[in-house]
Nanobody, 123 residues
Framework: VQLQASGGGLVQAGGSLRLSCAAS????????MGWHRQAPGKQRELVAT???????NYADSGKGRFTISRDNAKNTVYLQMNSLKPEDTAVYYC??????????????????WGQGTLVTVSS
């Protein structure tokens, strides 16, 4: 399963961005999806997750400003980011937990990561 993220860019503080991440592959289904970020010189951290049933979880840094959602028909997860701050500047990575069926019809579980999309918030 491959993930393709998009939507990053340069925005002024207080602005908004919407990130998208689409999963593709053969004979698969997606369970949980999420967004993480890594700022320069820092470790990767969780931003938000969403289960297949739509249950969401947010890191404190994004509560009230970020909204994660998904379109199961499109195997796509979104991250709407509002009231952006310079400290939100980071490379944002999407991830997805999946099950796919191999050539022997055996279920295989795994996790994929997107390539990262850069979000830069200027002050």
């Amino acid at each position: 399963v491959q993930l393709q993220a998009s939507g990053g860019g340069l925005v002024q503080a207080g602005g908004s961005l919407r990130l998208s991440c689409a999963a593709s592959g053969r004979r698969f289904s997606i369970n949980g999806m999420g967004w993480h970020r890594q700022a320069p010189g820092k470790q990767r951290e969780l931003v938000a997750t969403i289960s297949s049933a739509g249950i969401t979880n947010y890191a404190d840094s994004g509560k009230g400003r970020f909204t994660i959602s998904r379109d199961n028909a499109k195997n796509t997860v979104y991250l709407q980011m509002n009231s952006l701050k310079p400290e939100d500047t980071a490379v944002y990575y999407c991830e997805a937990d999946y099950i796919y069926y191999n050539d022997y019809d055996e279920p295989v579980v795994g996790r994929s990561w997107g390539q990262g999309t850069l979000v830069t918030v200027s002050s």
